[in-house]
Protein backbone atom coordinates (compact mmCIF):
# COMPACT_ATOMS: atom_id res chain seq x y z
CA UNK A 1 0.00 0.00 0.00
CA UNK A 2 0.65 3.46 -0.19
CA UNK A 3 1.43 3.93 3.32
CA UNK A 4 3.62 0.71 3.55
CA UNK A 5 5.53 2.65 1.01
CA UNK A 6 5.38 5.33 3.41
CA UNK A 7 6.25 4.20 6.51
CA UNK A 8 9.57 2.70 4.89
CA UNK A 9 10.66 5.84 3.38
CA UNK A 10 9.79 7.69 5.80
CA UNK A 11 12.00 5.35 8.23
CA UNK A 12 14.87 5.59 6.16
CA UNK A 13 14.73 9.22 5.97
CA UNK A 14 14.58 9.08 10.07
CA UNK A 15 17.70 7.57 10.05
CA UNK A 16 19.54 10.10 8.04
CA UNK A 17 18.07 12.66 10.34
CA UNK A 18 19.50 11.03 13.54
CA UNK A 19 22.93 10.30 11.79
CA UNK A 20 23.48 13.69 9.91
CA UNK A 21 26.63 12.46 7.99
CA UNK A 22 28.47 15.24 7.08
CA UNK A 23 30.55 13.76 4.36
CA UNK A 24 30.81 10.83 2.10
CA UNK A 25 34.32 8.81 2.56
CA UNK A 26 34.52 5.05 2.25
CA UNK A 27 33.20 3.80 5.21
CA UNK A 28 30.25 6.25 4.77
CA UNK A 29 29.79 4.22 1.37
CA UNK A 30 30.76 0.91 2.44
CA UNK A 31 27.70 1.91 5.18
CA UNK A 32 25.18 2.67 2.25
CA UNK A 33 26.69 -0.38 0.20
CA UNK A 34 25.39 -2.92 3.02
CA UNK A 35 21.99 -0.76 3.29
CA UNK A 36 21.57 -0.72 -0.16
CA UNK A 37 22.35 -5.07 0.70
CA UNK A 38 19.63 -5.33 2.99
CA UNK A 39 17.35 -3.45 1.50
CA UNK A 40 17.85 -6.09 -1.63
CA UNK A 41 17.82 -8.88 0.56
CA UNK A 42 14.74 -8.04 2.46
CA UNK A 43 13.46 -7.97 -1.27
CA UNK A 44 14.73 -11.14 -2.17
CA UNK A 45 14.55 -13.33 0.22
CA UNK A 46 10.07 -13.73 -0.42
CA UNK A 47 11.34 -15.01 -3.75
CA UNK A 48 13.08 -18.06 -2.14
CA UNK A 49 11.41 -21.25 -2.71
CA UNK A 50 8.86 -21.79 1.05
CA UNK A 51 10.17 -25.45 0.40
CA UNK A 52 14.30 -23.61 1.86
CA UNK A 53 14.71 -24.45 5.16
CA UNK A 54 15.98 -21.27 7.43
CA UNK A 55 18.96 -23.14 7.90
CA UNK A 56 19.79 -23.05 3.75
CA UNK A 57 18.59 -19.28 3.09
CA UNK A 58 20.99 -18.19 5.56
CA UNK A 59 23.43 -20.27 4.32
CA UNK A 60 22.95 -18.99 0.89
CA UNK A 61 22.89 -15.47 2.55
CA UNK A 62 26.15 -15.71 4.64
CA UNK A 63 28.25 -17.58 1.61
CA UNK A 64 27.86 -14.60 -0.30
CA UNK A 65 29.29 -12.07 2.22
CA UNK A 66 32.54 -14.68 2.98
CA UNK A 67 34.56 -13.31 0.10
CA UNK A 68 33.52 -9.84 0.26
CA UNK A 69 34.91 -9.98 3.97
CA UNK A 70 38.02 -12.19 3.16
CA UNK A 71 38.54 -9.50 0.37
CA UNK A 72 38.60 -6.55 2.85
CA UNK A 73 40.09 -9.25 5.31
CA UNK A 74 43.41 -9.15 3.41
CA UNK A 75 43.32 -5.56 2.22
CA UNK A 76 43.49 -4.22 5.56
CA UNK A 77 46.38 -6.58 6.49
CA UNK A 78 45.81 -6.51 10.11
CA UNK A 79 47.31 -9.33 12.50
CA UNK A 80 45.09 -11.24 14.44
CA UNK A 81 44.34 -10.47 17.67
CA UNK A 82 42.55 -13.11 19.94
CA UNK A 83 40.09 -10.06 22.00
CA UNK A 84 39.20 -9.02 17.98
CA UNK A 85 38.61 -12.84 16.63
CA UNK A 86 36.48 -12.97 20.17
CA UNK A 87 34.89 -10.00 19.57
CA UNK A 88 33.96 -10.66 16.06
CA UNK A 89 33.02 -14.26 16.64
CA UNK A 90 30.46 -12.71 19.44
CA UNK A 91 28.92 -10.31 17.46
CA UNK A 92 28.68 -12.78 14.36
CA UNK A 93 26.57 -15.15 16.60
CA UNK A 94 24.50 -11.94 17.79
CA UNK A 95 24.30 -11.29 13.69
CA UNK A 96 23.57 -14.74 13.05
CA UNK A 97 20.59 -15.02 15.92
CA UNK A 98 19.23 -11.56 14.37
CA UNK A 99 19.00 -12.99 10.75
CA UNK A 100 17.20 -15.74 12.04
CA UNK A 101 14.75 -13.76 13.68
CA UNK A 102 14.43 -11.83 10.86
CA UNK A 103 13.86 -14.65 8.40
CA UNK A 104 11.03 -15.97 10.33
CA UNK A 105 9.13 -12.68 10.67
CA UNK A 106 9.42 -12.37 6.39
CA UNK A 107 7.84 -15.77 6.46
CA UNK A 108 4.92 -14.67 8.32
CA UNK A 109 4.48 -11.04 7.82
CA UNK A 110 5.00 -8.56 4.71
CA UNK A 111 8.55 -7.53 4.14
CA UNK A 112 7.80 -3.64 4.61
CA UNK A 113 6.52 -4.49 8.02
CA UNK A 114 9.49 -6.17 9.01
CA UNK A 115 12.01 -3.34 7.24
CA UNK A 116 9.88 -0.78 8.74
CA UNK A 117 10.33 -2.37 12.00
CA UNK A 118 14.35 -2.74 11.82
CA UNK A 119 14.26 1.07 11.56
CA UNK A 120 13.53 1.26 15.42
CA UNK A 121 16.64 -0.57 16.37
CA UNK A 122 18.86 2.70 16.13
CA UNK A 123 16.48 4.04 18.14
CA UNK A 124 17.53 1.28 20.64
CA UNK A 125 21.20 1.99 20.32
CA UNK A 126 20.51 5.61 21.03
CA UNK A 127 19.06 4.32 24.04
CA UNK A 128 21.38 1.95 25.15
CA UNK A 129 23.82 4.88 24.81
CA UNK A 130 22.23 6.98 26.75
CA UNK A 131 21.67 5.13 29.57
CA UNK A 132 24.91 3.34 29.86
CA UNK A 133 27.47 5.79 28.62
CA UNK A 134 25.22 8.75 29.05
CA UNK A 135 25.27 9.93 25.54
CA UNK A 136 22.45 12.37 25.54
CA UNK A 137 20.16 12.79 22.68
CA UNK A 138 19.03 15.98 20.86
CA UNK A 139 16.43 17.32 19.14
CA UNK A 140 17.80 15.55 15.81
CA UNK A 141 17.23 12.25 17.35
CA UNK A 142 13.72 13.09 18.59
CA UNK A 143 12.85 14.60 14.83
CA UNK A 144 14.31 11.02 13.48
CA UNK A 145 12.80 8.92 16.20
CA UNK A 146 9.08 10.50 15.34
CA UNK A 147 9.47 10.04 11.53
CA UNK A 148 10.62 6.23 12.16
CA UNK A 149 7.37 4.94 14.73
CA UNK A 150 4.47 7.74 13.89
CA UNK A 151 4.30 5.98 10.30
CA UNK A 152 4.75 2.27 12.06
CA UNK A 153 2.01 3.63 14.47
CA UNK A 154 -0.07 4.88 11.89
CA UNK A 155 0.16 1.29 9.35
CA UNK A 156 -0.91 -0.66 12.66
CA UNK A 157 -4.00 0.98 13.25
CA UNK A 158 -4.53 1.06 9.36
CA UNK A 159 -3.94 -2.87 9.22
CA UNK A 160 -6.40 -3.16 12.33
CA UNK A 161 -8.98 -0.86 11.03
CA UNK A 162 -8.98 -2.90 7.69
CA UNK A 163 -8.86 -6.30 9.79
CA UNK A 164 -11.87 -5.28 11.75
CA UNK A 165 -14.23 -4.06 8.85
CA UNK A 166 -13.62 -7.63 6.59
CA UNK A 167 -14.55 -9.07 9.90
CA UNK A 168 -17.70 -7.43 10.36
CA UNK A 169 -20.38 -8.79 8.63
CA UNK A 170 -22.22 -6.66 5.68
Given at each position: ???????????????????????????????????????????????????????????LSYLLVLPVAAV????????????????????????????????????????????SAEYTGLIWAVA???????????????????????????????????????????
Amino acid sequence: TVLSVFAVFSGFAGIVVILRPVEFNWGALAALGGALALAINAVMVRMLPTQQSTLHRLFLSYLLVLPVAAVLFIWEGLALEPRVVVGAVGSGVLILGYSITVLLAYRDVDANQVTSAEYTGLIWAVAIGWVWFAEVPDLWFVVGSLMIVVPLVWLGLDQRRRALRYRLPE
